[in-house]
């Protein structure tokens, strides 16, 4: 089992950037996949990005693609999060998760720990 703690969530204008990072506990952590989601207040989970236990192979959903980027440090045990051009549709709670494996993933059920969020607001 993984233990998973983000950070860097906040208030930024439309354009701006900010870089989520995920604290990961755990013996696991480097045979692991990764992977971000996001959700707006009354809609669904929606699946962001994700990273292979190496870092080589990673995944974006398409409404951040060429955006947002992942990376992960397994020496410091940390996967982040970097959004930049952030719209005020970008909104949300993000969540940190590893998957049930080390190769990427993209839905929910795919993955079996998540933390437990942070918040991201963009201003118009």
């Known amino acids: 089992q993984v233990q998973l703690v983000e950070s860097g969530g906040g208030l930024v204008q439309a354009g701006g950037s900010l870089r989520l990072s995920c604290a990961a506990s755990?013996?696991?952590?480097?045979?692991?996949?990764m992977g971000w989601f996001r959700q707006a207040p009354g809609k669904e989970r929606d699946f962001v990005a994700t990273?292979?236990?190496?870092?080589?192979?990673?995944y974006y959903a398409d409404s951040v693609k060429g955006r947002f980027t992942i990376s992960r440090d397994n020496a410091k045990n940390t996967v982040y999060l970097q959004m930049n051009s952030l719209k005020p549709e970008d909104a949300a709670r993000y969540y940190c998760?590893?998957?049930?494996?080390?190769?990427?993933?993209?839905?929910?059920?795919?993955?079996?720990?998540w933390g437990q969020g942070t918040q991201v607001t963009v201003s118009s």
């Open positions: 998760a590893a998957v049930r494996g080390s190769k990427v993933a993209t839905s929910l059920a795919g993955f079996g720990s």
């Open positions: 990273i292979n236990w190496s870092g080589g192979s990673t």
């Open positions: 755990g013996r696991t952590f480097s045979m692991s996949a």
